[in-house]
């Protein structure tokens, strides 16, 4: 009877997920012919991708966009969850507001931001930019701006995520604690350093991990921004992924990178269990 | 701008990527087609000339009583043809740019023609039908449309600054300047450019816009041999100073447009539209387009300024595509053998605002009586005199994406060494050339 509840569920995923990637799994082992035949290679896909220095840089780039998007995403959603704690209904207005960027579309995101980068003295950024005696900068335009500008948006687009994390975070700390430090004369400074921070440890560890690994499958902002350029500087492992399957027409190579990136996600998943699991049982 | 473009591009690739994880003939053989089902046709058109192609196709109904079933794909067209491929199930007739023959025909994805067995096949120009023939020699397409790359000026802001229509390369650069720092447009703002490029390395625009001035500096991607091979010539003396110049455009007199380095051809037009830059080299097709967002009087089409080797410009054109798998290869060949007859020639030629026949392929279509208008004269004597195709090798498409890679990074870098990145350039496609087998040994 469970069995038939999830029936449904079950065959949408094993269409639309199981046997699509399975079916990954073989094209990687081809070079895919769709009309001439498909050539077995073994491994050889594989090997193109270890070795094609797009792909390392790719992987280079996406590391620091997962690390700087994450890390970015913490400190500024912390900063935002400290501003934004309590009962008022005004603060749960502002929350809401600041919560936006979050159910907004990436690919919105991304459109938006790619009018605010403009890189002309009269783009948007640029103009404010202007007012304190800065710029105008290059943003998405230049190869030494353009990853930190594609940061930026995911910490845009993470923090307030974060931070509502942290505010049920901040909520679950007992109030007497920061009475008890405040009646031993601790400053804010060192109720938050000392009280704070080390309360929030479990939030955090959890929001590192999820964010960790799904920022190694970071794609939309980067694709709508950018499309990986200017000169390759902003490329991560999707999008050479896309370019290679549908524009060097290389599904096999595609396929070989996307299983990779798949036991990379699962590698640091399951270690993020067991960690976690063993943390608990000890 | 291009918010739908983009958006659009977005969703492809997402689709795209499900597709490549579920498409393969292991797990999805193809579906064996219905001859009865109407004859699936594809071109790569926006709204405004699919409207012309319906109209095409509505003729075509009506002469022979074959059904079409018609979509006009504007964006992201090869990688859905690309898809449509891995899962084995092609549309029947594909109307798309010449370049793309050597791919298809690589993949095994168009079935071979006899120009000899298409009805009207000899009123065909010859040069059109070479560009439906792939490096083994034999044709795998059926031409329909060409064209040459023309440059649009800002006519209006070229006579307030009081300069002449430029003829060479240094007087394209003064122009551009002027239009960059004298501010045509008289806002008082310095928010116009010389040069409108469209720079992304996307389908590898950024050579499709660069390879006419490679040539025009004696320059070139791939040079021929002479034997029916081909040598690379990407690294030679004369295309180290071409592209030097043109380095010269993004990094010392800076008269290109703010983020062409990442601007596709859809995303350009509006910079040309709306006052933003004043010189677009570019396919003729948008004079429609641009007669009524700019306005007729306010630009025009000049000849090629001449580098130091000459005029030529990229001329290329669309052919019509017979897909492999149709169950219906008569009314395949039925609709090709109409495209190309003087009626639908010049429907196609007709279309506003768009022409979705550029210059006839027809030689009994007379371009000068169907446009009556000196600039398509201009572009019909252009694509005569100067215009020339990408190179004949089996597939073009892995050169023109890594030439459009490395120029990207050299104007993106503004690196002095560009004779460097071009060497490695070279080397890359050597290799390429290589693997294709069409280098000289």
């Known amino acids: 009877m469970p069995w038939l509840f999830l029936a449904p569920a079950l065959v949408l995923f094993a269409l639309f997920k199981y046997v699509p990637m399975v079916e990954g799994v073989r094209l990687s082992l081809y070079e895919v012919r769709p009309f001439l035949g498909d050539v077995w290679v073994g491994l050889d896909n594989y090997a193109s991708v270890l070795t094609d220095p797009l792909f390392r840089t790719a992987a280079g780039h996406t590391l620091l966009l997962a690390l700087g998007t994450t890390f970015g995403s913490m400190l500024v959603g912390f900063g935002l969850a400290l501003l934004l704690e309590g009962q008022a209904r005004t603060l749960w207005f502002v929350r809401s507001a600041v919560f936006l960027p979050v159910v907004t579309a990436a690919a919105v995101v991304g459109e938006i931001w790619r009018m605010l980068y403009y890189p002309a003295p009269d783009g948007f950024v640029n103009t404010l930019l202007s007012w304190v005696g800065l710029g105008p900068w290059p943003f998405l335009d230049s190869p030494d701006t353009s990853l930190w500008s594609v940061m930026a948006v995911g910490v845009w687009k993470g923090a307030p995520y974060d931070m509502v994390i942290i505010l049920a975070g901040l909520a679950g700390i007992d109030r007497q604690q920061y009475e008890a430090a405040a009646i031993d004369g601790a400053s804010v400074w060192q109720r938050l350093r000392h009280v704070t921070v080390p309360a929030l440890r479990p939030v955090a560890s959890i929001l590192l991990t999820l964010a960790a690994i799904r920022g190694l499958r970071v794609f939309t902002e980067v694709y709508v921004l950018t499309g990986g350029g200017p000169a390759n500087s902003t490329t991560v492992w999707m999008t050479t992924l896309i370019s290679r399957g549908f524009e060097k027409q290389d599904i096999g190579v595609a396929s070989a990178a996307a299983v990779l990136l798949f036991l990379v996600t699962l590698a640091l998943t399951v270690a993020v269990r067991v960690y976690r699991a063993r943390k608990e049982i000890g | ?441």
């Open chain 2, 1 to 441: 701008m291009g918010t739908s473009t983009r958006l659009r591009s977005l969703l492809i690739a997402v689709l795209g990527v499900v597709g490549l994880v579920g498409a393969g003939c292991g797990f999805s053989p193809a579906a064996a087609k219905d001859p009865t089902a109407p004859l699936e046709v594809w071109t790569r058109s926006n709204a405004a000339s699919a409207k012309v192609y319906e109209a095409i196709f509505a003729a075509f109904e009506q002469a022979t009583g074959i059904e079409v079933d018609y979509k006009a794909v504007p964006i992201d067209f090869d990688k859905w043809i690309q898809r449509r491929a891995a899962a084995r199930n092609l549309p029947d007739v594909l109307i798309n740019d010449t370049g793309m023959l050597g791919l298809y025909h690589s993949q095994g994805l168009v079935t071979e023609i006899q120009p000899t067995s298409i009805a009207g096949g000899t009123d065909i120009t010859d040069r059109a039908w070479d560009s439906a023939r792939a490096s083994d020699g034999h044709h795998y397409g059926v031409p329909f449309s060409a064209q040459a790359m023309v440059t649009l000026v800002r006519r209006d802001w070229r006579e307030k600054l009081g300069r002449p229509v430029p003829t060479t390369w240094a007087e394209l650069v003064e122009l551009a300047t002027a239009f960059t720092t004298q501010d045509p447009d008289g806002d008082g703002q310095a928010d116009t450019y010389g040069m409108l490029v469209p720079g992304t390395t996307d389908r590898g625009y950024l050579s499709w816009w660069a390879a006419s001035y490679l040539w025009q500096g004696g320059g070139d991607i791939l040079a021929p041999t002479g034997d029916g091979g081909y040598r690379v010539a990407v690294d030679s003396a004369e295309s180290v100073a071409a592209v030097r110049w043109l380095r010269g455009l993004f990094c010392d007199s800076k008269v290109i447009q703010p983020g062409a380095l990442t601007t596709s051809t859809a995303d350009a037009h509006p910079f040309f539209e709306t006052g933003k830059a004043g010189i677009y080299l570019t396919g003729p097709y948008n004079f429609g387009r641009f007669d009524k967002s700019l306005g007729k009087d306010r630009y025009e089409v000049i000849p090629t300024p001449a580098g130091p080797a000459g005029t030529t410009v990229l001329g290329e054109g669309e052919n019509v595509y017979l897909m492999a798998g149709s169950a219906r290869p008569d009314a395949q060949r039925a609709l090709a053998e109409f495209l190309i007859s003087p009626p639908a020639q010049q429907i196609g030629m007709r279309g506003q605002p768009q022409p979705v026949v550029r210059l006839p392929v027809n030689r009994t279509v007379d371009v000068h009586a169907t446009y009556q208008d000196p600039r398509w004269d201009l572009v019909a004597s252009s694509y005569a005199e100067d215009a020339r195709p990408f190179p004949n090798v089996p597939n073009f498409q892995p050169f023109r994406q890594q030439t459009a890679e490395a120029l990207n990074t050299i104007f993106a870098s503004c690196t002095d060494d560009v004779p460097g990145e071009l060497g490695a350039l070279a080397t890359a496609l050597t290799a390429e050339l290589q693997a294709q087998g069409m280098a000289v040994p």
